[in-house]
């Protein structure tokens, strides 16, 4: 019996938003699968039930082109038969084939399946899988003798970009060697899985596999399956210039059943209006939320808040709590399996402990988690009861286990209990359903959770589709990505193969050669990059061990990566997926324990954390409870790290960990705002220092810029200008980059100028393809999402508390674009709006002192003065008012009203000109006009928001800041300390006389 959420919500009175969409199927051929292969028809159950099935049009395109000996694209959605389109041709052809999938554990089910169409012609054992649990399980000698009866080789591209590794060195430990070497077909599953960097490695190992192991045979066919990609046709001359054969780019349509979405907003909201509505009438609660109050529809999508400032009002009302549990129970009876994300391992257990506490115990059984920690042989025990018919698993919660090559037939229903920040695993997700006609029709379900699910879901059906409208992030392979281009000219540097021309430039220019009568040969940093760089992470090819301290015992987690080392595991960060403290944190082993465990026996740092936190909460007016702000994300955490990014392009990318912050989110003090027919929420927050020691660091290559920017710059501004860059980037038509390939992160140093750095967490190469100067004159006419506010927000919410408080519409965000992208593309500010102008050279002579006056910390001032011709920095320490301060001004003020002179500062000089004395000769000059702010006189007359200072330091004859290191929280950035600040002082005073000299020339001239 199938079971529809229309009832569930009818029967628990759930306040529900849905709509349905009509199912599609890809365009059949007469082409039956036994007509390609007669013998399906006496093969197993899913080749009799193919057999007499006809073949889709792009299934038989693609057979037909790999039977002319093309290399084949193949652009699909999920469900519409790409594996079947690659196997017919090499079952009826006899063709080695290399399958890269993307681990061979989640992509057991398609694995499966060739090995059933495999045994149709009795070949079942000629099906290999190669990994390294393999290689451990059976030994490399067993793996080696199945290997060379093999027609088919199954492996990952973390295994087989080692085993190349290998074979540079040497050759006789490899595995696979022997048959790449012969293999007639390589062919890649769910590109778009790996992301752009991960692409352009498999590209290279395509490369590699086909120059230099070939022996001289012919070129392998390569089939690519992808449900997207950026550059198809950019992607098929790599593939022809690679093989040497033609490349077809092949698109089909998936197959999609009829299906009906579910936005679950509440329980009994419509009680709860009418009776907001008795109570305030007349009020001022009323009037200000009258068009809410008085409309059901937006009622229902912003009662959370609603209520929320009702009590604020002294209104004492609540929101009916619904229990997902029982939703999900309810599922338990339907023939068909239903699926839920979660968003975390934690949240699975505790989803699949509140079910079964609500069930008999014979039906217990009926729900199941699926993720790392379950057991492998437990986990496929699971999926071979839910493909059972009739199932005998109905719900699954699972974290992104299933979202690779899982394919079971008896899937009618997903539910995300809570959004992804990407739309290519949302689609991901829903393509694990409705893959077999029988089910008739499909559910999705969505339940929010965070406040990003919040304000999508505040727009209600709308806001899903506008979510569900959002193109596909693209996936990236460049043709020249020196990333890609490393790891092939180091395998032929260590294979003794010769290096061309491109292949000795990029050696050298990150200097890994060294020379021997005329000959290269690999140094020492060669060795170690090669050692390093690894499919998945530039480090060793394992991960760093990870525990949870439990009663004593010691339970493994899955393992951390060198980045996320730095990145979350540091000592007193916050594990939300295990609700525990990270207590121990090295390259040997990470060791968390949980929270209440924690907080029962804490640790040194907690100790000393706890009282301030208390002290916050406190005097915010709400009882500290540290447990229930962890569990409800109120209390955060992170690590400020300190990075080197490379400025102009291809480089050495270096994080450092710093020191740990928590960020405290109040719940009871925060302002509303309305955000057309949404009312969203800025809360007030705190951070709190954690006194722990940090440990580890990350290094790999990448691509980035770094730009420095005028030190009036408004940061919060800055922020908003880099996220709507990165939203531009993602909802372009011509790029659609996924928000994972790039970040920003903006800074103020201490004494300097403001500095943006744009850079690829992992190296793709999209840097290099944008054309600034094109997406510029595009801006005004791209149509942001509805959702465009919770996507900014997503990216920075600084930069989206920024937007509302300043009521900024659109047209206000792509301004400030466009002026960051000028600054970004390299606008030099002498050629701005074309002008150009005689700059004198700095002289005592022009009566201009550049001031600043700048605190470095508590108690403690760096001042400065620059003349034209001499700068003064000195530090001033002293408690309580800083009146050596003002005396340190009032000299300067007087020596300027001496001689007629102007002040050129970004300084508020008035917070520092406290007594009569500074305070009457700061008024005499400013009166007359002789404080200027250059920066803001400069963008009045170039009408741009940020000022980028390149071209001023070059007149000014200085060079930019001597490190392009700086400390990053999160997607922010704050201050540089200690050596660096007389350097930046200096600068700074330079920079800001020199804006002075730009402002007046081009004033004249314009």
């Known amino acids: 019996m199938r079971i529809l959420t229309k009832s569930i919500a009818e029967k628990y009175g759930l306040n529900v938003e849905t709509y349905c969409e009509e199912g599609s199927e890809p365009e059949r051929t007469e082409v039956r699968f036994s007509d390609v292969l007669p013998e399906f028809r006496g093969g197993g159950p899913r080749c009799r039930s193919l057999s007499n099935q006809s073949l889709y049009a792009h299934q038989l395109e693609a057979l037909r082109a790999l039977e002319e000996g093309k290399n084949v694209v193949l652009i699909s959605g999920t469900g519409s038969g790409k594996t079947e389109a690659w196997v017919m041709h090499a079952l009826t052809a006899g063709k080695r084939v290399l399958a890269i999938y993307p681990t061979l554990a989640l992509s057991r089910d398609q694995i499966l399946r060739i090995k059933e169409y495999y045994g149709a012609i009795n070949a079942s054992h000629r099906v290999v899988i190669v990994d390294a649990p393999e290689c451990k399980h059976l030994g490399r000698d067993n793996i080696r003798r199945r290997i ?113 979405v579910y936005v679950i907003l509440g329980k009994d909201l419509e009680k709860l209006r009418k009776k907001l509505l008795r109570l305030t009438r007349g009020t001022y609660f009323f009037k200000r939320y009258r068009e809410w109050l008085e409309n059901p529809e937006l009622f229902h999508r912003n009662a959370h808040i609603l209520v929320k400032e009702a009590r604020r009002y002294g209104i004492n009302v609540s929101v009916p709590y619904f229990d997902p549990a029982e939703i999900l129970s309810e599922y338990l009876r339907d023939d068909v399996v239903t699926v839920v994300f979660a968003p975390s391992i934690r949240v699975v257990d505790k989803l699949v402990k509140r079910v079964r506490s609500l069930l008999p115990p014979n039906l217990q059984p009926l729900i199941q988690p699926h993720h790392h920690l379950v057991p492998k042989d437990v986990r496929a025990k699971i999926e071979k009861n839910a493909a059972h018919t009739p199932p005998k698993v109905k719900v699954i919660v699972t974290v992104r286990t299933l979202l690779q090559g899982i394919d079971l037939p008896t899937i009618g229903r997903v539910v995300h209990y809570g959004l992804p920040a990407e739309t290519r695993e949302y689609w991901q997700r829903e393509g694990r359903k409705g893959r077999r006609r029988e089910i008739g029709e499909t559910e999705t379900v969505i339940i929010p959770v965070s406040p990003w699910d919040r304000e999508i879901l505040a727009l209600g059906k709308d806001g899903i589709r506008s979510f569900e409208d959002l193109s596909l992030e693209k996936v990236y392979v460049i043709n020249g990505n020196k990333y890609a281009k490393l790891f092939i000219s180091l395998y032929k540097l260590l294979s003794d193969i010769s290096l061309d021309h491109d292949d000795i430039e990029l050696l050298s220019e990150l200097k890994l050669l060294d020379w021997v009568s005329g000959k290269p040969y690999p140094n020492e940093e060669a060795v170690k990059i090669w050692r390093y760089l690894n499919f998945y992470e530039f480090g060793p090819p394992y991960g760093i061990r990870r525990y949870i301290e439990k009663d004593g015992e010691y339970v493994e987690l899955e393992q951390s990566s060198r980045r996320d080392l730095v990145e979350r595991y540091q000592v007193g960060m916050i594990d939300h997926s295990e609700n525990s403290f990270v207590v121990k944190s090295g390259f040997n082993r990470i060791v968390e324990e949980p929270v209440d465990s924690a907080l029962r026996n804490p640790p040194s740092w907690l100790s000393e954390v706890l009282p301030h936190y208390e002290s916050v909460k406190v005097k915010w007016g709400e009882r500290p409870d540290l447990r229930t702000d962890i569990l409800t994300g109120r209390l955060t955490s992170y690590v400020e790290v300190a990075l080197h990014i490379p400025s102009e392009g291809f480089g050495i990318l270096r994080e450092l960990p710093l020191r740990v912050l928590w960020t405290i989110e109040s719940r009871s003090r925060y302002r509303v705002v309305k955000a057309g027919k949404t009312i969203l929420q800025l809360f007030e927050k705190a951070t709190l220092e954690i006194n722990s020691d940090v440990t580890g660091n990350y290094t790999d290559l990448t691509y980035g810029i770094v730009k420095q920017l005028d030190p009036d710059t408004d940061i919060d501004k800055l922020k908003l200008a880099a996220a709507a860059l990165r939203l531009v980037l993602r909802i372009h038509p011509k790029y659609r980059i996924s928000f994972r390939e790039l970040r920003v992160a903006v800074f103020k140093p201490v004494a300097g100028t403001s500095t943006i750095a744009m850079w690829e967490p992992e190296s793709s190469g999209v840097l290099n393809i944008i054309d600034w100067q094109r997406l510029i004159n595009e801006l005004s006419h791209i149509k942001p999402p509805e959702i465009w506010i919770p996507l900014i927000g997503m990216l920075d919410p600084t930069a989206r508390d920024y937007l509302l408080t300043n009521s900024l519409e659109w047209h206000d965000v792509v301004r400030l674009c466009a002026s960051l992208i000028r600054r970004i593309s390299g606008v030099e500010l002498a050629l701005m709006k074309g002008m150009r102008a005689w700059i004198p050279r700095p002289s005592r002579k022009l009566n201009i002192y550049a001031v600043e006056v700048v605190p470095v910390g508590k108690d403690e001032f760096v001042v400065g003065v620059f003349d034209g011709e001499s700068i003064d920095i000195i530090t001033i320490k002293e408690t309580g008012i800083p009146k050596a301060v003002r005396q340190w001004l009032v000299n300067i003020l007087e020596k300027v009203i001496d001689e007629n002179a102007t002040i050129v500062t970004t300084t508020k000089l008035e917070e520092y000109a406290f007594g009569r004395t500074a305070s009457l000769l700061l008024d005499e000059l400013m009166k007359d006009g002789r404080v200027v702010n250059p920066f803001k006189k400069l963008k009045e007359v170039t009408g741009e928001e940020f000022i980028d200072v390149k071209e001023i330091a070059r007149v000014m004859g200085v060079k930019a800041l001597p490190s392009t290191t700086f400390q990053r929280s999160g997607e922010d950035s704050q201050e540089l300390r200690g050596s660096d600040t007389k350097s930046n002082m200096e600068f700074l005073l330079k920079v800001t006389y020199g804006a002075y000299l730009f402002y007046r020339a081009l004033s004249r001239e314009g």
């Not at 080692?162 to 060697?177: E, G, I, M, T």
């Not at 092949?250 to 999609?256: D, L, Q, R, V």
């Open 148 to 260: 060379r009866a093999a027609s088919i080789v199954i492996t990952n591209p973390a295994f087989l970009m080692n085993d190349l590794k290998r074979a540079a060195v040497n050759p006789q430990s490899s595995v696979l060697a022997e048959f790449v070497s012969v293999a007639d077909i390589i062919v890649v599953d769910e590109l778009d899985f790996y992301g752009s960097h991960g692409a352009s490695l498999i590209v290279a190992m395509i490369e590699v596999i086909t120059k230099f192991l070939r022996a001289n045979r012919t070129t392998p066919q390569v089939v690519i399956l992808t449900a997207t990609l950026g550059n198809p046709e950019e992607f098929a001359g790599i593939m022809e210039k690679i093989t040497g054969r033609t490349t077809k780019i092949i698109h089909g349509k998936p197959f999609k059943l009829r299906n009906c």
